[in-house]
C-alpha cells in the first residue's frame, strides 16, 4: 500500500512538473524567510539571556520634569553605590558603571606602535558577581587588581591577534595626554550583539576616580549607570522607597538640575526602554522596525506560497478526476482519497521545508550583511529552537496548503466525474478569494518598496538647512590639541575655513533647561566659538554671531538662539532678552533659522553659547566637496605626526547620515523581495486559473473564433471576472500599503516622505499591467490554435 501511495504520487509529480518545482520553491522561500524573521525575533527577545542571573539584575535610573511630562534618564550619581550598599538592605551586590573613550597603545619592540581609541569601561568590583562575561583567558580575579584591565575578544584581536595577551602591557591615556601602563588580566569570551552591556574593555572603578580626577563624595557628578543584583526580586519596591532619602541630597548639590526620583527597572525593562531614555550610553537593542519587517514580510510570503498551493493543487487535479470516479466506483473510500491527496500535497511541503534550510543559509548570510552586528542565529541548524518552530511551520503549512485541496478533490460524485460533468473553471468562490488575497499581498509590498525607494531619494536630497556637503569633523580629545592641529593647517591651499567648537550639529549636544522669567524650556546647547555659526553655513534671523570684537562680553554671558525657541517663548524681538541656564545669565544677540540635525528627531529648540578657548576641543575644517576625501587623508596624517599617542578620529559630516541610508536600502531590500516573490507567485496562480477558465469554454472560444469574433473580444470576455478581482485587489492592497508604509516610516524617522497618490497608483497600474500581458500572452496561444481542434474538444 505504501508502495503504490509512493508511486501514485511519484507519477502525479512527473505529470505536474511545473507545479511541484514552483511550489516547493515556493514554500521552500516562505518557510526560509520564516527561519530569518524567527531568528531575527529570538534574538532581540534573547538579549541579556546569557546572564545567569538576569532575572536578579536591576537598574537604577533617575526622573525629571520637564514641562508638563516626566522624563527619564540612565544616569545615576557616582556618590549613590557606595552609600545605598551600606543603608539599603536586600542588595546583594551593586555596581556603577561609567563608559570612557580613551586612546590606548601597544608598543611592539621594532614596530611601529599599535594605537585605536577604545571604550573603557570602569565598574565595581561587585560587576562580574552581577553579570556573567566568562573569560577565554585570564583570572576573573584580576579584575579587583587597580593594575589590570580586562579586554573582549574583539580588542584582544585587534592588538595581538589570536595569541593569549595575558601580561602583555598596554598604555591608556586620559583627556589631558596622561599615560598609565595597565596590564593585560584576562579576555573574555565573545559577546554576542545582543548582551547589554557592551564594552572593548574592563578595569576597575578605582581607576576611573582617579586617573579622571573624580570627586567620588560629590554628587553632581554623575556615572552611566548603577546596577544591583537582589536575591530577592520581591524586595525591589523597598529598595526603591528607600531611595527617596536621597533626592534631597542630590538637588541640593545640584540646584539648577533637581530630579524628582530614584526608580527602579530590571534589566529586561531597561533594555525594552532603552531608546526612550537620555543619556544612555550603556546599550540598546534592536530597533523595533528591524525585529517587526521581517515577521511582517515572513507572514505575507507564507500566505501567499500557501494561497498559491491551494490554488494549483485544486488546478491541477483536473488531470486526476477519471482517476478519482475510477477508484470510487471499484470501492475506494473517501478517507483513502483524502490520505493520498493529503499526503501528495504533505511531501510537497516536506521537500519545500528541506528546500528553505538551503535557501535560509544563503538568506541569512544576506541578512547579516545588511547589519553592523552578527546574528546568533548563523549556525541555526544545530539550534533546538529552530526545529521546534520549523516542525510547526510544517504543520502550519501543511494543513493550510493540502487539508483543504484533499477534502475538496475527493468530494466529488463518481458518476459525475466519469460522465465528465465535473470540471474546474477557476471561478470558484475560494479561487477568487484566494487570488485577491494573493495580488493584495503583493500590492502592499510592491507599495512598500515605491514608498522606501522614494523615501531614499527623499532623504537623500533633504535640505537641513545648513552646510553637510564641504565639512570634515576632527575631534581633538583637549584644547592643547586642537592648537598644535590648527597653527599646523593653517597654511593647506585645500582648507577654505576652519572654526573651533566644543559641541557640532550631528554630533553631540547638551540637554538643558533654559529659563525666562517663569517659563520653561527644553533646549539643545551647543558651547561653540567664533565663526562656528558662518563655516556651518547657518543663517541668521536677527541680530549677529559671535565674533572675536566681542569675545570678552560674549564668553558664558551672550547666546545665540533659533527660532523655535523664540516661538516657544512669544517674543517679538528677542535681542536683548535674558535666558538662564544652569546657574548663567545669558543675554540674546542673535537669531538663526531653524535647522534639522538628523532624520531620526524632531527639531529642538536650540541655544548656542561662547566659551574660552580652553573648552574647544574639536575642530571643524570646510574644503571643497570634490577633494574633501583626500583633504581628510592629509589632515590625518598631519595628526599622526602632531598627536602620535592618538588615533585619528576625522570623518566627513555626510557619514552621519549613513545609518540613514543604510536603514532605507535594508528595508527596500525587504520589499522589493517580497514585492517579486508575491507577484511572481501571484501571475503563476492567475496564469493557473485562467487556464482553467479557457479549458472549461474551450468549444465556446472555438465557435467565437470561426464566427469571427476579433481577438480583444474574447480577450476581454475571459478577463473581466478576473480584472474585477483585480480591482477589489487593487483596493484592499492599496489601503494596506499605504497603512503599513505610514506606520514603518513614523515607527523609525521623524523627517520622511508623505505617501501620496503616486506611491499607491504606480505599483496598481504595475500590477495591472502584469497581470494583463499574463492573460493576453495565454488568450492568444489558445487562439493560435486552429479552431477546429477547440470544436473537437472532448
Not at 543603608?87 to 561609567?98: F, L, Q, T
Not at 520653561?520 to 561653540?528: S, T, Y
Amino acid at each position: 500500500m505504501i508502495k503504490n501511495f509512493f508511486l501514485l504520487a511519484l507519477r502525479n509529480y512527473m505529470r505536474n512538473k511545473a507545479f511541484v518545482v514552483i511550489n516547493v520553491l515556493g514554500l521552500g522561500i516562505s518557510i526560509a524567510c520564516c527561519i530569518v524573521a524567527y531568528l531575527n525575533f529570538m534574538f532581540d527577545a534573547d538579549t541579556n539571556t546569557m546572564h545567569v542571573n538576569h532575572e536578579k539584575i536591576y537598574k537604577i535610573n533617575i526622573s525629571r520634569h520637564i514641562k508638563d511630562r516626566l522624563q527619564n534618564y540612565s544616569i545615576s550619581p557616582v556618590s549613590l553605590a557606595p552609600v545605598m550598599f551600606n543603608d539599603v538592605a536586600g542588595i546583594e551586590a551593586i555596581s556603577r558603571y561609567s563608559s570612557v573613550g580613551s586612546p590606548m597603545r601597544y608598543d611592539i619592540p621594532g614596530k611601529d606602535a599599535k594605537i585605536f581609541n577604545q571604550q573603557i569601561v570602569f565598574a565595581d568590583k561587585d560587576f562580574l558577581r552581577i553579570f556573567s562575561f566568562p573569560l577565554k583567558w585570564g583570572d576573573p580575579a584580576s579584575f579587583e587588581d587597580e593594575g589590570k584591565i580586562i579586554l573582549s575578544q574583539e580588542t584582544s584581536e585587534k592588538y595581538f591577534g589570536d595569541k593569549n595577551p595575558v601580561g602583555e602591557s598596554l598604555t591608556i591615556f586620559n583627556d589631558e595626554g596622561v599615560g598609565k601602563i595597565v596590564v593585560v588580566g584576562g579576555v573574555f569570551k565573545k559577546m554576542p550583539y545582543n548582551t547589554i552591556p557592551r564594552f572593548g574593555s574592563l578595569m576597575l572603578y578605582s581607576n576611573y576616580i582617579k586617573f579622571y580626577k573624580v570627586n567620588e563624595l560629590d554628587w553632581k557628578n554623575w556615572a552611566g549607570g548603577t546596577f544591583i543584583k537582589v536575591s530577592n526580586p520581591a524586595t525591589v519596591k523597598t529598595i526603591e522607597t528607600s531611595l527617596a532619602r536621597y533626592i534631597d541630597i542630590q538637588n541640593k548639590a545640584k540646584d539648577d538640575w533637581k530630579i524628582e526620583r530614584y526608580y527602579i527597572v530590571s534589566l529586561h525593562d531597561f533594555v525594552k526602554d532603552s531608546r526612550n531614555l537620555w543619556a544612555n550610553w550603556i546599550g540598546s537593542n534592536s530597533h523595533p522596525a528591524a525585529v517587526i519587517t521581517p515577521v511582517i514580510m515572513a507572514i505575507l510570503i507564507l500566505l501567499l506560497a500557501c494561497f498559491n498551493f491551494v490554488n494549483t493543487a485544486i488546478a491541477t487535479s483536473n488531470k486526476r478526476l477519471k482517476e478519482i470516479g475510477i477508484r470510487k466506483v471499484l470501492g475506494g473510500h473517501r478517507k483513502g482519497l483524502i490520505i493520498q491527496f493529503m499526503g501528495e500535497n504533505f511531501l510537497i511541503c516536506f521537500l519545500a521545508l528541506l528546500v528553505s534550510l538551503l535557501i535560509g543559509a544563503f538568506l541569512i548570510d544576506e541578512w547579516q550583511k545588511m547589519w553592523a552586528y552578527e546574528m546568533i542565529g548563523r549556525n541555526f541548524i544545530g539550534v533546538l529552537g529552530v526545529w521546534v518552530f520549523l516542525a510547526c511551520t510544517l504543520v502550519f503549512t501543511a494543513t493550510v496548503s493540502a487539508l483543504y485541496p484533499a477534502v475538496y478533490i475527493s468530494s466529488f460524485n463518481p458518476i459525475q466525474v466519469l460522465k465528465g460533468s465535473v470540471k474546474f473553471s477557476g471561478n470558484s468562490v475560494l479561487a477568487r478569494t484566494l487570488l485577491v488575497l494573493q495580488f493584495t499581498i503583493s500590492l502592499i509590498g510592491l507599495i512598500s518598496s515605491i514608498v522606501f525607494t522614494q523615501n531614499a531619494s527623499f532623504q537623500r536630497n533633504f535640505e537641513y538647512g545648513y552646510n553637510k556637503e564641504e565639512l570634515i569633523l576632527v575631534p581633538t580629545g583637549s584644547n592643547a590639541n586642537l592648537e598644535l592641529l590648527r597653527k599646523s593647517l593653517e597654511n593647506n591651499p585645500s582648507i577654505i575655513q576652519m572654526a573651533q567648537t566644543s559641541h557640532h550639529v550631528a554630533w553631540g549636544a547638551y540637554t538643558r533647561t533654559a529659563i525666562y522669567v517663569d517659563k520653561k524650556a527644553e533646549v539643545r546647547l551647543f558651547n561653540l566659538y567664533t565663526g562656528y555659526c558662518g563655516i556651518m553655513g547657518l543663517q541668521f534671523a536677527k541680530g549677529r554671531e559671535f565674533t572675536p570684537e566681542f569675545e570678552s562680553s560674549d564668553v558664558n554671558r551672550s547666546a545665540i538662539v533659533n527660532e523655535m525657541l523664540v516661538k516657544e517663548y512669544g517674543w517679538d524681538d528677542p535681542i536683548g532678552k535674558t535666558i538662564k541656564i544652569d546657574t548663567l545669565q545669558l543675554t540674546v544677540v542673535g537669531v538663526v533659522k531653524d535647522f534639522y540635525q538628523s532624520l531620526w528627531e524632531k527639531q529642538m529648540p536650540m541655544v548656542f553659547k561662547m566659551v574660552s578657548k580652553d573648552q574647544l576641543n574639536l575642530l571643524v575644517v570646510k574644503g571643497n566637496k570634490k577633494n574633501l576625501m583626500a583633504l581628510n587623508e592629509q589632515i590625518k596624517k598631519e595628526w599622526e605626526r602632531l598627536v602620535p599617542n592618538s588615533p585619528y578620529e576625522g570623518a566627513l559630516q555626510t557619514q552621519s547620515f549613513e545609518e540613514a541610508t543604510n536603514v532605507n536600502k535594508n528595508i527596500q531590500k525587504i520589499f522589493n523581495f517580497l514585492s517579486v516573490v508575491g507577484l511572481f507567485l501571484s501571475i503563476v496562480a492567475l496564469y493557473t486559473l485562467i487556464s482553467l477558465n479557457i479549458l472549461k469554454r474551450t468549444k465556446e472560444v472555438g465557435i467565437r473564433k470561426a464566427l469571427g469574433a476579433p481577438s480583444f473580444h474574447i480577450n476581454n470576455m475571459i478577463g473581466k471576472p478576473f480584472f474585477i478581482m483585480l480591482l477589489i485587489a487593487s483596493v484592499l492592497g492599496g489601503v494596506g500599503g499605504y497603512y503599513l508604509s505610514v506606520m514603518l516610516l513614523n515607527s523609525i524617522w521623524e523627517i520622511h516622505i508623505m505617501v501620496n497618490i503616486v506611491s499607491i497608483l504606480l505599483p496598481v497600474i504595475i500590477m495591472l499591467m502584469l497581470a494583463y500581458v499574463t492573460l493576453s500572452s495565454k488568450v492568444y496561444y489558445t487562439l493560435s490554435k486552429n479552431p477546429i481542434s477547440s470544436l473537437r474538444y472532448e
